[in-house]
Nanobody, 123 residues
Framework: QVQLVESGGGLVQPGGSLRLACAAA????????MGWYRQAPGKERELVAQ???????NYADSVKGRFTISRDSAKGTVYLQMNTIKPEDTAVYYC?????????????????WGQGTQVIVSS
């Protein structure tokens, strides 16, 4: 079973930036689309961004132009650069892998969820 370890969350003011990181062992980066997901209090977990092994990306409309997903396969790490953060971005953020880019925001994870990393946006 692949272990996914998220980090980089914290308390940030509206308009600020954060960079999340997800480390995963093995060669899943070369096989699957890696994604970032989030779950806000009282809401379902949703897909935020994805990146394939060849660099194709997919973003939820709510984060387009503000968030950027990237990957460093040599380091086994996928990143989520979050800019111009809004209060509605407050959530626990998770990473996982899917077989391909998703056509919607419903998660179809291949692996067990990690512990996630909390992002709180507040002034």
């Amino acid at each position: 079973q692949v272990q996914l370890v998220e980090s980089g969350g914290g308390l940030v003011q509206p308009g600020g930036s954060l960079r999340l990181a997800c480390a995963a062992a093995g060669n899943i980066f070369s096989l699957y689309a890696m994604g970032w997901y989030r779950q806000a209090p009282g809401k379902e977990r949703e897909l935020v961004a994805q990146i394939t092994s060849i660099g194709q990306t997919n973003y939820a409309d709510s984060v387009k132009g503000r968030f950027t997903i990237s990957r460093d396969s040599a380091k086994g790490t996928v990143y989520l650069q979050m800019n111009t953060i809004k209060p509605e971005d407050t959530a626990v953020y998770y990473c996982n892998a899917e077989r391909a880019l998703s056509r919607d925001r419903h998660p179809r994870p291949l692996y067990r969820w990690g512990q996630g990393t909390q992002v709180i946006v507040s002034s």
